[in-house]
T-cell receptor, first 113, second 112 residues
Framework: DGGITQSPKYLFRKEGQNVTLSCEQN?????MYWYRQDPGQGLRLIYY???????QKGDIAEGYSVSREKKESFPLTVTSAQKNPTAFYLC????????????FGQGTRLTVV | KQEVTQIPAALSVPEGENLVLNCSFT??????LQWFRQDPGKGLTSLLL?????REQTSGRLNASLDKSSGRSTLYIAASQPGDSATYLCAVRLYNFNKFYFGSGTKLNVKP
């Protein structure tokens, strides 16, 4: 079945550690996105990529890094520079065509311990 | 920057009621607007996509309208059921940038 797979579902990070969240899609979509969701708030854009080997910062990119070496994969690294990383992280993708819907993964909940 | 607002933030209704959720946005230069449903601890499920040239879209008991000039969209849910309980989010896709902006959602509780 086609879709977006995020892993792991739950992730715990110690202070000062970098952690990487995985996002894989088999929908052949060109654009991929990472969003952060905090309780009671909407989704905020961290990074997005419209094509392989290219990505742009979103509204809250500080403390995060990404790569897009393959069309189907868009991993997000939460670095130690991100001071408040505890949140729910969602990955999304869309085809290249403009008036098409976005698809989301099931999310990764990251907790700092 | 695009600002997206959803009112009300929470809504509790008895089963069977028809209800309206509201979404407003500040920049009318959008490609489309999408309504999503989110269950607790889960990802987003797409409900309806309205293109900028359309006025409304329907799927089953759901109807979404779009008034781009006034920066507003509504999601109408007919004959609500307890299974409709979830958070509903709207998102606008900007015309000049390949980005989506989300509202903070409306948390709906439908009581049996």
């Amino acid at each position: 079945d086609g879709g977006i797979t995020q892993s792991p579902k739950y992730l715990f990070r110690k202070e000062g550690q970098n952690v990487t969240l995985s996002c894989e899609q088999n929908l052949n979509h060109d654009a991929m996105y990472w969003y952060r969701q905090d309780p009671g708030q909407g989704l905020r854009l961290i990074y997005y990529s419209q094509i392989v080997n290219d990505f742009q910062k979103g509204d809250i990119a500080e403390g995060y890094s990404v790569s897009r070496e393959k069309k189907e994969s868009f991993p997000l690294t939460v670095t130690s520079a991100q001071k408040n990383p505890t949140a729910f992280y969602l990955c999304a993708s869309i085809p290249d065509a403009k008036n098409t819907e976005a698809f989301f993964g099931q999310g990764t909940r990251l907790t700092v311990v | 920057k695009q600002e997206v607002t959803q009112i009300p933030a929470a809504l509790s209704v008895p089963e069977g009621e028809n209800l309206v959720l509201n979404c407003s946005f500040t920049d009318s230069a959008i490609y489309n607007l999408q309504w999503f449903r989110q269950d607790p601890g889960k990802g987003l499920t797409s409900l309806l996509l309205i293109q900028s040239s359309q006025r409304e879209q329907t799927s089953g008991r759901l109807n979404a309208s779009l008034d781009k000039s006034s920066g507003r969209s509504t999601l109408y849910i007919a004959a609500s059921q307890p299974g409709d309980s979830a958070t509903y989010l709207c998102a606008v896709r900007l015309y000049n940038f390949n980005k989506f902006y989300f509202g903070s959602g409306t948390k709906l509780n439908v009581k049996p």
